[in-house]
């Protein structure tokens, strides 16, 4: 991982220009999730950030949903599954600061939430709290978890000179945009089939590394979309 993982593609395009080895383009997998629904809003139980009377935002609950999705088609070894939002703003020197504002057309960029790998063929279900069941100081361990291999989210290079928080984030870790951005925030829940068991990855990959490795072994893919925002006045029009 480069530092916080900023500035590549969002990996749901970067899937749709890509196919596996030997095949016209990446079939579809349907993903789904018992806790929101696609298009929605995600509830706060599931963010690392939750809206607070004063203060703006407490600490959230940082469960990971509930996600599932259908069978990969003949030849599937494994699976990934990767979240990204890519509206996290570019310029981070406004975000939470009183009398300012980040406005929608701020110049944007991505963030890893979920980095997660070598999810084996037979599993087609991660379970709520399965992943994250609590926001964790310093991060959670990253390699084998009990439905596949951690990689590190962008956590990891956001907390890294903060010394109440830094440490290696590994798995899920929830929402928390800036309480006074403009934009909802989109989070995008891809899974995608691979040809392969594993993808040799070690130690604290993030998931540009993980995207590297996916390529010429994808054989579907498919995402859930769930909204986010601590911003009063744009939470209040995300549909729920």
Not at 12 to 21: D, I, N, P, R, T
Not at 79 to 100: F, H, M, Q, R, T
Not at 118 to 140: F, L, M, Q, R, Y
Not at 160 to 188: E, I, T
Request: aromatic residues 8%.
């Amino acid at each position: 991982m480069k530092g916080t993982g900023f500035g590549i593609v969002v990996l749901a395009a970067a899937l749709g220009a890509s196919a596996s080895a030997g095949s016209a383009g990446a079939a579809s997998l349907t993903v789904k999730s018992t806790d929101f629904r696609n298009g929605r809003a995600i509830p706060a139980v599931y963010a690392f950030c939750a809206p607070a009377d004063q203060g703006h935002i407490s600490g959230g609950q940082n469960k990971n949903p509930e996600i599932s999705w259908s069978k990969g088609p003949k030849g599937t070894k494994s699976y990934a599954l990767i979240v990204i939002d890519p509206d996290v703003p570019k310029d981070l020197s406004d975000i939470n600061k009183e009398g300012k504002i980040i406005h929608a057309s701020a110049k944007r960029t991505n963030f890893y939430h979920w980095v997660l790998v070598d999810i084996p063929a037979d599993t087609t279900e991660i379970a709520e709290g399965a992943d994250s069941s609590g926001a964790v100081a310093h991060g959670k361990p990253a390699g084998a978890a009990a439905d596949g291999v951690r990689g590190i989210n962008d956590y990891t290079g956001f907390f890294a000179s903060d010394d109440k928080m830094k440490g290696n984030y590994g798995g899920y870790d929830g929402p928390c945009p800036p309480w006074n951005d403009q934009r909802p925030h989109h989070y995008h829940f891809a899974v995608v089939a691979l040809d392969v068991p594993s993808l040799n990855l070690k130690g604290n990959f993030g998931g540009e590394e993980a995207e590297r490795a996916m390529r010429g072994h994808m054989l579907a893919k498919g995402e859930i979309v769930g909204t986010y925002s601590l911003n009063p006045l744009v939470a209040a029009k995300l549909t729920k």
